[in-house]
């Protein structure tokens, strides 16, 4: 068995199905890059079938990185897989990722099948696959709730039929660790030609288990670890990249990786902003108190010693205090180069836009932070839309009702509006409203500020309820109000129909 265990990371496709969370072209070859100087083996980078977008993302993916495989997801269904070889024409390596569910529930209830007939189903799709590529992964989707008897079978017939991969997924996050670890270890013991795939693991977080089985997953043979960037992924989230790197790194376990360890909290805010998820500051590895010490007994402990509270040196994740920290009178190549080692290459005419952005930042705080550049970076979204804010002025304070005036340009022409409110925020929603007359109601509203301070960036997160969809809007600013608008606005963008005034 080989110690090496390969890094597939799905934060392009798993990761990027969560609601609000979707990337343009560019910005997903922004990711792809960063994933590849990270040093992951896989990238999975779309569904191609899905929708035009992902499959354009992944023809350009293919031909935007170099050395790791790029993967493509299919159904065990043959236009999937056609789509998803044309897809990956550019790619230097491929991999097609097809698969079917294997638990009785999804075998009677979403296929109305038989067991016999689902391996047929499986053989039969990585066939077809093989007569594209070479590299076939097959995933038995609800692995995690299959009989292992069953799976075996299933794996033994797809590994014959030509598979190189074989995933094993807790699609639900329903098993136990253990339970998980001796699923592997019976198909490790049980399928007989085992030993010409590699076995993977897909874990999801439902129960806030899918680190720990995904480990179980691998000390029992697993040599693929299907991960995401601080664990993003549908509902609770998939496996944690950076914890299983760190894990592994941590405890010696004689298991390597490709992982570059300091790149892990670059690769953790550029996820963070592009995709506007904020990491919870508790998050082990890459959250903003994952190295604090607030209690006076670990602090002095801290100090005498680090490695009395400390299993993790920082640096070893990209966590530097000496960084260099750019200011307003930081230049165009002090800019230049921490975009680029924070993975995001721009042209002469992008990088004087971000830097004119970067100096008014510059001079609203003390110092502009790695966050704080992300965000500038990820800002020029906002340059195309269809709606913008043009003015915001609001007057608040201790006795004083809440007022708010603002003007929005909507394709060219400028509309004005003002209104009273709970709080400043509550006015200018309210103001907006006026101009955009719809039926929309605020379901979630979210601050985080990026770092600690009062001139800091703030960054809010919206939902917002347009006739019977929600749609996520971000915003960031030194002022949280104005942030607040730019978020709502960056909602309304997102509706269907371009609006106007009503």
Known sequence: M??????????????????????????????????EALGVDVIEA???????????????????????????????????IDCAAEALKYAKRKRIHTGIGTSDSHIRYKFNSTREEIIERAVAAVKYARRYVDDVEFYAEDAGRTD?????????????????????????????????????????????????????????????????????????????????????????????????AMILKCHHLDIQTNINTRKIASTSRMISSLMNMPVQPNKAIVGRNAFAHSSGIHQDGVLKNVETYEIINPKDVGIDDNSIILTARSGHAALKHRLEVLGISLDEEKLNDIYARFLDLADKKKEVTDDDILVLAGAERAA??????????????????????????????????????????????????IIIRRE???????????????????????????????????????????????????????????????
Not at 52 to 70: H, L, Q, R, Y
Not at 391 to 415: H, N, W
Request: contains cysteine; charged residues 20%.
């Open 440 to 502: 929309m109601t605020l379901k979630e509203f979210t601050i985080q500020a990026i770092n600690r301070g009062s001139n800091d960036v703030g960054k809010v997160h919206m939902q917002v309820e347009y006739n019977g969809s929600v749609y996520y809007g971000f915003g960031a600013n030194t002022d949280i109000v104005a942030a607040s608008v730019e978020a709502y606005i960056d909602a309304i963008n997102k509706f269907p129909a371009s609006l106007g005034k009503a």
């Open 148 to 244: 292992n008897e069953y799976l075996a079978r299933v794996v033994e017939a797809v590994i014959k039929a030509g598979a190189t991969v074989v995933n094993i997924p807790d699609t639900t996050g329903y098993c136990l660790p253990h339970e998980y670890g001796a699923k592997i270890k019976y198909l490790m013991d049980h399928v007989d030609g085992i030993d010409r795939a590699i076995i993977s693991t897909h874990c999801h977080n439902d129960l806030g288990m899918a680190t720990a089985c995904t480990l179980e997953g691998i000390l029992n043979g697993a040599r693929q670890a299907e991960v995401t960037i601080n664990g993003i992924g549908e509902r609770a989230g998939n496996t944690s990249e950076e914890e299983i």
């Open 2 to 35: 080989s110690d090496r265990l390969y890094i597939f990371d799905t934060t392009l496709r798993d990761g990027e199905q969560v609601p609000g969370c979707q990337l343009n072209t560019v910005e997903k070859i922004q990711v792809a890059k960063q994933l």
């Open 46 to 80: 779309g569904f191609p079938i899905s929708s035009p977008g992902d499959f354009n993302s992944v023809i350009e993916i293919s031909k935007a990185v170099t050395w790791p495989t790029i993967c493509a997801l299919t159904r065990a269904v043959e236009k999937d």
């Open 384 to 433: 195309s839309h269809h709606i913008k804010l043009d003015y915001l002025q609001v007057t608040s304070g201790c006795g004083v009702r809440p007022m708010a005036a603002i003007s929005i340009d909507i394709a060219g022409e400028k509309f004005q509006a003002a209104a009273e409110g709970n709080g400043p925020v509550d006015a200018a929603i309210n103001a907006l409203k």
